[in-house]
């Protein structure tokens, strides 16, 4: 799929274009990762993400007994402009 071969080497920040990919599928994505990396994407995404018609934005914390869902598309709006997620540029 040539909108998802992007040059970028960091595999947390590769997540992005394929949450974008998966708005056209659905509505709800569900992240596996135990990275905050993908937490502080996420949050720092989800405006856009919330643009191109994403409703709900989940991340999969956690294993076995520990394993929690936790609502990004909720964290976002509760932090709405008080706290921004600033991403470095390298």
Do not use: F, Q
Not at 2 to 24: K, Q, Y
Not at 73 to 88: D, Q, S, Y
């Amino acid at each position: 799929m040539p909108d998802l071969d992007v040059n970028i080497e960091e595999a947390d920040v590769r997540t992005i274009p394929h949450v974008l990919d998966a708005t056209n599928c659905g509505v709800r994505v569900l992240l596996l990762s135990n990275d905050t990396d993908v937490v502080v994407l996420g949050l720092h995404y989800w405006s856009i993400l919330k643009a191109h018609g994403l409703k709900e934005l989940w991340i999969k914390a956690g294993l076995g007994m520990t394993a929690r869902y936790i609502p990004l598309h909720t964290l976002a709006t509760r932090m709405g402009t008080e706290c921004k997620v600033i991403i470095p540029i390298t």
